[in-house]
């Protein structure tokens, strides 16, 4: 018989490759009464979540020490991860008043403990959580939440004009994806995507007006300027600064995300909602697997060849 006071979950306990993963029984989570209860449908496997479970951070010494304090000295101090969800509201706190049970929502956790790698997840009501766009799957609107906040918040700081020249950086992952279409279609940029061969067709049909492969040519080494360069990846070490115009601004998907405020993420979340039901924007799934194949999913990010998002599915497809 089913115990409705307990869940699976996947748990990260200690650092290490994909393995160091597992799915365990717990105890469900209770909405406390600002909070709603989501039972999760889908969630992803985000860069994020891989970088935090082999603790793959970049920096210097210092840098290394103090992420270590911040996330968990052996292993994560958050066992459970998984940056995004979507799913179906099952229970509201008696304060909650802009949701209600059955509403089907989606939602970032990145501002609330994670927690997306679990059949439930209580999430303030004020937080990254939204109703899900009526015109995507469950599958779908689970890769927005975080990459779409990501992407949106720093793009913001960069105030693009319309007839600017934007240059994506890592084009073809799930913020260089977001960032080609918010760049074209809501900003009215002149997009230049940079990414692998294998993924030349997607970002074109992206919205891109050009396409660089990196494995072909270098973007610094022509005469092309732009007035904003976005790292989507933190990948690119050579110099950028000549290929930047006198005004130009560069966005680094690391460095200034730290930038956004969490008071404005809720705001952010909506205006991506707007802009899905308005066909303005769309999800890219490279690949999908149920909850009991998470190691594979995090051995396929790894490798960091994966074309937008990863998903992972807790129930059929809506």
């Not at 650092?15 to 999760?40: A, F, H, M, R, T």
């Not at 994020?48 to 210092?62: C, L, N, V």
Request: hydrophobic fraction near 35%; charge should be positive; aromatic fraction near 8%.
């Amino acid at each position: 018989m089913e115990n409705r006071d307990k869940m699976k979950a996947v748990v990260c306990t200690k650092y290490g490759p994909p393995e160091v993963l597992q799915i365990k029984e717990i105890s469900k989570p209770i909405p406390k009464d600002n909070e709603v209860l989501i039972k999760i449908f889908a969630t992803t496997v985000h860069r994020g979540d891989s970088r935090m479970r082999g603790f793959d951070i970049p920096g210097p010494r210092w840098q290394l020490l103090l992420a270590r304090l911040f996330l968990g000295i052996r292993g994560p101090r958050k066992a459970i991860l998984g940056m995004e969800l979507a799913g179906e509201i099952e229970a509201v706190g008696k304060e909650v008043q802009q949701f209600k049970k059955g509403d089907k929502v989606y939602a970032s956790t990145v501002w609330s403990g994670f927690g997306g790698y679990a059949e439930y997840k209580c999430m303030a009501e004020d937080g990254a959580v939204a109703l899900k766009p009526s015109n995507m799957t469950f599958e779908e609107a689970t890769v927005i939440p975080s990459g779409g906040i990501t992407t949106l918040g720093i793009i913001k700081q960069a105030d693009i004009q319309s007839g600017q020249k934007v240059l994506i950086y890592g084009a073809s992952g799930s913020v260089g994806s977001f960032a080609v279409q918010l760049a074209k279609i809501y900003y009215g940029a002149e997009v230049t995507g940079v990414c692998s061969s294998a993924n030349l067709e997607l970002v074109k049909s992206l919205g891109a007006d050009r396409v660089i492969d990196y494995t072909k040519e270098d973007f610094t080494q022509s005469d092309e300027t732009y007035d904003v360069i976005f790292d989507a990846v933190d990948k690119y070490s050579g110099d950028f600064k000549k290929s930047l115009k006198n005004t130009g601004i560069y966005l680094n998907v690391d460095k200034n995300s730290d930038k956004i405020k969490k008071k404005n993420v809720n705001s952010l979340l909506k205006e991506l909602t707007e802009l899905i039901e308005a066909g303005k924007l769309k999800a890219v799934i490279d690949r999908t697997y149920p909850m009991e194949q998470i190691v594979e999913a995090h051995r396929y990010v790894d490798t960091w060849r994966k074309k937008g998002n990863v998903v992972i599915t807790m129930k059929p497809n809506d």
